[in-house]
């Protein structure tokens, strides 16, 4: 499991057990601090190197008795090479148009909503209300922006960003399943490589990686791509198990 040392004066807290969101059979607790203003970026930075995520203005890890499946994965973005398969994704893409904004609209909304029905028709996200993905976006004490990808001037695909001193961070991605043909989960991966390389931040936070998860293939197709071992990042090989 990998644990956190020495991380300033934060104060932690540690969660209630609850139902896991990938097995149901199984229960998972979290440690977690807050995020409280914009001077926390530093903390953010040091926390998400050390298997932390943010939900809000929560930056949590998981701590789950028995289990280590859930794996922090990010792409160190100066060593990626682009591979065939890669190539022919961002030839489909070419026409799309990437806007970074700070808005936080309805269209965004409608489309994240679309996308849980289809993609996590189960999940509690789904009775989220437009104030609640507001605040998933401008609550979090941290420089965070809306992502949209636009084809023909409709919005296709959004990822919600946040974006520090030397990464980047998908906190949550989503598209229109009208367009699944584009392999957008991908695509969005590829053109944040892309933007990072061009605002020099090396590291690219995916979040977390589940060894043979289908859902979360997606994420370790990158020559790379980075995994959080034992407290130390290490590059993924695929021929590997991580359990």
């Keep these: ?3 956190v040392k020495n991380i300033q004066k934060e104060k932690f807290y540690i ?5 896991c969101s990938y097995y149901p059979e199984k229960e998972e607790r979290k440690l977690f601090t807050f995020l409280n203003d914009f001077n926390d970026s530093k903390i953010y930075e040091s926390l998400i190197s050390n298997g932390f995520r943010r939900s809000q203005n929560v930056l949590y890890n998981q701590i789950c008795d028995g289990c280590n499946k859930c794996i922090p994965i990010r792409i160190n973005t100066r060593n990626f090479i682009n591979s065939k398969n890669h190539k022919r994704i961002k030839k489909k893409c070419i026409n799309f148009e990437r806007i970074i904004s700070g808005k936080i609209t309805y269209e965004q909304f409608y489309l994240f909503k679309k996308y849980l029905n289809f993609k996590h028709p189960e999940s509690e996200m789904n009775d989220m209300m ?7 976006i401008k609550n979090s004490g941290i420089d965070t922006k809306l992502i949209e990808y636009r084809f023909d001037e409709k919005l296709v695909a959004c990822c919600i960003t946040d974006f520090l001193e030397e990464s980047l961070s998908m906190v949550y991605s989503f598209y229109s399943p ?5 392999s957008l989960g991908k695509f969005m991966i590829l053109d944040h490589i892309s933007l990072s390389k061009d605002l020099n931040k090396e590291l690219l936070y995916l979040g977390y990686w589940i ?3 289908k859902e979360m293939n997606y994420k370790s197709d990158f ?3 980075e995994i959080l ?4 990042w290490i590059k993924y090989e695929k021929e590997n198990s991580y359990l």
């Excluded at 437009?130 to 998933?136: E, H, V």
């Excluded at 009208?178 to 584009?182: D, E, G, N, P």
């Design 1 to 3: 499991m990998n644990k």
């Design 15 to 19: 969660s209630d057990i609850s139902k």
């Design 130 to 136: 437009f104030s609640d993905y507001y605040s998933m």
């Design 178 to 182: 009208k367009y699944l043909k584009f």
């Design 211 to 213: 060894h043979g998860c």
């Design 223 to 225: 020559n790379s791509t």
């Design 229 to 232: 071992i034992n407290n130390t």
